[in-house]
Structure formats: structure tokens, C-alpha cells
């Protein structure tokens, strides 16, 4: 079996190196059928991965490839696009688009990551905008897609229509569901009156051949009552990140109650196995890996503020997109919607023989 | 010191009778300074008080209002309000209008109680549509208040302006702060590109006499950043139900971590009054009450859902917003800001003499 090839963008994030190498070896030890292209500065990428010694085991899966430039948080996307030309960001991309790797991940600025994934990739055939999408935990046990996280302000109904195309290719590959069913994020009972653009999404998603379950409302994300819940990116960056300052200030309570004497301090103490049980099946780091989807190639965004444990779940998130063979089932989908070639995407799914340039 | 007097559509909400009665007469002992208008089928009302027995210390502030008709949950807002001409909700409201209560609380369906009140009300000089504000616990310990709701869908930057003035009174008023800030539901970095109408409102709102602090991300709801965020109604809606949806599903994951076993039982039973103490502070009863800003009147909305106990919460929040002259200060704000005349809410504002004819 081939190689899964994943390029690494070793500079980007909040931490850079420091995250993303410990990440990359702890993940190459755990995953033996997997090569990393690590890309950043040489210099430091070099001396940085001296002092972490890994074994020879890990070390000969790890190809690493230089930059000359990164691009910071704050950085404009169009700084990042036209003036980074050798950053670390676009060398992971262009490595997908040489068919040198078959996914890449970065934990950079999120403009700038979409802007340059989506030049140097390109999106489908059939698909207008690319779109940012999450599994997020449910009631059911299972997770929940939601997409558009922030990559599209503003929608038109064809727009959302392929969004649920994108988001149910997801859930059928990833999630290995065979007709996954999608909901429309909309506000219920004042929805007669609503958001045009949403009522024709639905009238479109209605006469498509997707699983449309129809319109869904914010508690129905955490119930797990559809695999895919589509809106607009401006809803789902504000619904994504309030939830998280939700969860967050939860955290914070339940420590303070436990915190607030020494008698309290002994039950959290006693308390502590199920609690750390509770935490870690709620771990937003495990839900850290977001698709960039649309593209003519495998696109992970991390969270930029992610630990090495994050940034290992975007590997495996990255991992399983190759495996399950998301970009060709994304082509098929919308093939079978807008008939469009279903080779469209054939050329940049990694899983299909390509030369093998930098490994040869 | 004149009764503080509060119209309760008692027919309204999941439950009607069952839970706002019980609320009603809870209330009402804690409260000898607040006289009840209970609204409602007459021979219902009358055989549950008669049931309830309350000791004549209550009683005696009780007014008994009869209605003919109930407006159900599912009630198109046509027919509520069209055809349902002497329902309880109607008549609440209408007590309002005629001075013969200072506030109306009712928990049903929340189309026809906003169509309702702003067609028996109607709105404020300078104001264009009501908004639903609701406050929600953050990280400061304090609240956050957050409009609109899901009264309006589509909004305009001149209505994101409204509801800022109106946020800004509540908060100034219910909260006792001079200068509340004022946050613009935004998604950050990409917002140079992004909706127009949310860039044109913080345009206004930083020419305006409001404490404008700028745009706001979903997370900074729950940390506290400011004293109001404003949003349209779509993305208010489903920001607050995927809250609501995801406390309850992090609620039932950790009921379950503690029902795993034995074991985990024994250590639940240890630690439940550290669990207990964390669940009253977050539990979302003690949020329920929203407001309908922006009419000739003080008007509550509970959650259809409520218990006793949430429904009780309702009544606090009409009071508070009685006794605080949200209406006099909301006026005021207007008038500072659009030149309109202070006086417009003078004659609905509760606290004014006003001729108490049914209590006469």
C-alpha cells in the first residue's frame, strides 16, 4: 500500500515549531504508513529537528522542505498571497498541487490559508466558493458537520446547495454513512417571513437528489439531528465560536465551584476520574481539524491556538480525508448533481498514481 | 410607594395554568409590593385558585381578568392576531396599553406575542421594529445582554442602531450601569470583506452618543468583553438555541460519566453539592425571562418551556424592569440620539400616574 504523503506547514499557528514538530513526530510514531513533508524555514526546521532526535524509524518517513518566508497571523491575505510567494503555507499547498503530497495542513491565519490553498489548488469543477467545515460532538454520541464556518459572509442559495453537496461527500466518505442527511440552519417558526436566501436553499436542496431532512435550528446541531447542517459562513463562524466561549466559560465555573475551599478541593479531587473522563470526551482539541472544502486537493486548517495534541487530531483528520477518498466522493457528488465530469478532481485525489518526484 | 402591577397571561406557554399560576402565587408571597392581573379562561382560572388555595395575604393582590380565547403555540400569527380578538395574551397586553398594569408577561407562542403587543402598544417614537434582548451569564460574573432575538430577520445598520440604543437603556436601567458598551456581532479578520449592512452599522454606532466599543466575535458573548451585543435576529436566534443545545448536551454528558457505574455513582453522590452549586448557577430557568424592547410598554416573553420556577424568573425580570424605569430611560436614549421627543414613552411608562380603574 502507497504511502499516505501529508505536507506540514511547520511555521504557522500561534506557536509554530514548537507545536507542530513535537506534533508531526508524536503522529509519524503512531502511523507508520504515513510521510511528512515538513515545510518552514530550514535553518531553524533543521536545528529543531536535531534537538528532538527522533528514531530512525520516524526519521526516514519525514522529507523536509525548505521556505524562505512565513506568513504571521495578522498578515493581509493579500500580503500573504502576492508577497509571501516561497512561504511555508503556499510551498504545503503547491506540494498537493505536484502531486508530491496528498493533503497538507496549516495552523496560520485562516484568510490567508484559504486564499492561498484555493489559488494554487483551485476549486471543483461545479463548486463557486470553497467552504470551511467541522464535526462538532452531539447528543447521539456521534458528530455533527457544520459548514460554512467563515470562509463566505455572504450566500446565495446555489451557494448553500453546495455546501451541502461538499458537507454530505464529507459525512459519506469520512464518516462512512451512505445517505447522510442535511439540514438547513434557519430559525423556525419566524422562518415563513425569513431569510430569502434560505427558503430558496431549501427549494433547491429540496429538489436535489441530496438527503435534505429541511430546516434545522441551533439546538439541533448538539442533538445529532442531521450528519450535515449548512449555512452561511458569517452564522457559522459566530454560532462555532460562541459555542466554544460557551464551553469555555463552563470550564471555568465548574473549576471555581470545586476551587472554592479546601472541602470542595477534596471532592474535585475524589471527583477527578470522571470529571477527566467528562473532559476528555468534550475536548475541543479533538475537534480541532477543519476541511477546507471544494478544492481540488486535501486542506486542513488547525486551530491556530492549538497544543501539539490539537495539531496531531488535524494530521488525523488530514489521514482520513486521504483514506476515505473524500475528494473523489466530493467530485462524484457533484457530478451527480450538476453533471458535471466526475474527473474533475480525479488528477488532484492523492490516492491516484502520481510521481513521486521528491521521494524517488 | 404605589403597587407594582404586572398583567400574566396565564393560558400561554407548553403548560398554561398548571405552571404560570403556581409561579403567579410563589410569586406574589415572596412579593407583597406586586399585584398580579391574572388573564385567562375565567371558570379555569377560577377553579385553580379555588384548588390552590393561596392565603389571603396573596389573594387579596390577585385580580382575576377574564379572557375568552387562548392563543395556542402553534397559532399562526394571522390568527392570533386577527381572529383571537379576546385572548389572554391580547388582554395582557391590553391592560398595558390602558394603564391598568405596569408590565405583561406571557409564555407562549413568541410570533403571536411580539405581533400582539407591538400592534396593541405599539412602538417607541424613533423606533422602527421591537427586538427580543435576553440577558445571558459570562466569565466576569456578570450578565450579557444580546438583541435581536429572532424578531427580525432582515435588518438594515439603522435597526442594528435601534437595537443598540434599546440594549444600551435596558442595560443602563435593569443593570445600573451608566455607560453600557456596545459590541457589533461580527467574525473578525474577515470582516473587511464581509456583510455590508453589519459594516455600516458600526459606522453609525461610532458616530453615535452610544458607548461603541467595535465589532465582537461569538466567543466574546460569554467572556464579557461588553454590556450588549447586537446582532440581527437570524444570527441572535440560532446563536442562542446552538447555546442552549450545547449546555444541555454538556449537561447530559456529564450525567452520564457519573452513572457509569458503582463506582461513579458513589463518587456523584460525593460530589453533588459542588455539581448542584455549579448547576444553579448556570441554570438556564434563572435566564429566562427576555424582553420585548422597543414598545409603549414593558413586555415579557418566558420560554414556552418553563417551569414554575423559570416562569417565577419571568415576573422578576418585569418587575426589575418596572421598578429600574426601563421605559423612561429608553425614551431618554432615543431622544439623546435622534432628536425624537422624550415624553413619547412617558404615557405607557408604568410608574407614571395612570387611573387604576379595575383596581378602583
Known amino acids: 500500500m502507497a504511502m499516505i504523503r501529508i505536507a506540514v ?11 507542530t514538530l513535537p506534533a508531526a513526530l508524536a503522529f509519524s510514531a503512531r502511523r507508520p504508513d504515513v510521510e ?32 524562505t518566508e512565513v506568513v504571521t497571523m495578522d498578515d493581509k491575505v493579500e500580503v500573504a498571497l502576492r508577497r509571501k510567494k516561497d512561504s511555508s503555507m503556499r510551498i504545503a499547498a503547491e506540494l498537493v498541487r505536484d502531486g508530491k ?11 490567508a490559508w484559504m486564499a492561498i490553498s484555493r489559488y494554487v489548488l483551485k476549486t471543483l469543477d461545479g463548486i463557486d466558493r470553497p467552504a470551511i467545515a467541522k464535526a462538532l460532538p452531539n447528543h447521539m454520541g456521534g458528530v455533527t458537520v457544520i459548514l460554512d464556518l467563515g470562509a463566505n459572509v455572504d450566500c446565495t442559495a446555489e451557494h ?31 422562518a415563513i417571513k425569513g431569510n430569502e436566501v434560505v ?12 438527503n435534505f431532512y429541511g430546516n434545522v435550528e441551533g439546538n439541533d446541531i448538539f442533538k445529532g439531528t442531521v450528519d450535515v447542517v449548512v449555512c452561511d459562513g458569517f452564522v ?73 495534541y490539537a495539531f496531531e487530531w488535524a494530521l488525523q483528520d488530514a489521514c482520513d480525508a ?39
Open 236 to 308: 457559522g463562524n459566530i454560532v462555532l465560536k460562541s459555542s466554544e466561549g460557551l464551553a469555555k466559560m463552563l470550564g471555568v465555573f465548574i473549576k471555581e465551584e470545586f476551587k472554592r475551599n479546601l472541602f470542595t478541593l477534596l471532592i474535585g479531587a475524589i471527583a477527578s476520574p470522571v470529571l477527566n473522563r467528562f473532559r476528555q470526551r468534550v475536548d475541543p482539541r479533538r475537534y480541532n481539524g477543519a476541511a477546507l472544502l471544494g478544492l481540488r486537493g486535501v486542506v486542513i486548517k488547525s486551530h491556530g491556538s492549538a497544543d501539539a
Open 160 to 190: 448553500l446547495l453546495q455546501f451541502a453537496m461538499m458537507g454530505s461527500a464529507l459525512v459519506s466518505s469520512v464518516g462512512h454513512r451512505e445517505r447522510p442527511t442535511v439540514g438547513l440552519l434557519n430559525i423556525g417558526e419566524e
Open 101 to 111: 503530497a496528498d493533503a497538507c495542513v496549516s495552523a496560520g491565519n485562516t484568510g
Open 36 to 67: 511528512l513533508h515538513l515545510v518552514g524555514l530550514a535553518d531553524k526546521l533543521e536545528a529543531s529537528l536535531a534537538q528532538a532526535r527522533p528514531p530512525a524509524s520516524v526519521r526516514q518517513r519525514l522529507r523536509i522542505v525548505p521556505a
Open 9 to 19: 506547514d511547520c511555521m504557522g499557528g500561534d506557536f509554530g515549531l514548537p507545536v
Open 322 to 360: 486521504v483514506t476515505s477518498g473524500l475528494l473523489a466522493r466530493t467530485a462524484q457528488t457533484i457530478a451527480q448533481m450538476t453533471g458535471a465530469p466526475a474527473g474533475g478532481a480525479g488528477q488532484a485525489d492523492g490516492r491516484e498514481p502520481v510521481p513521486h518526484g521528491e521521494n524517488a
Open 199 to 210: 427558503k430558496q436553499a431549501a427549494e433547491l436542496l429540496r429538489g436535489s437528489p441530496l
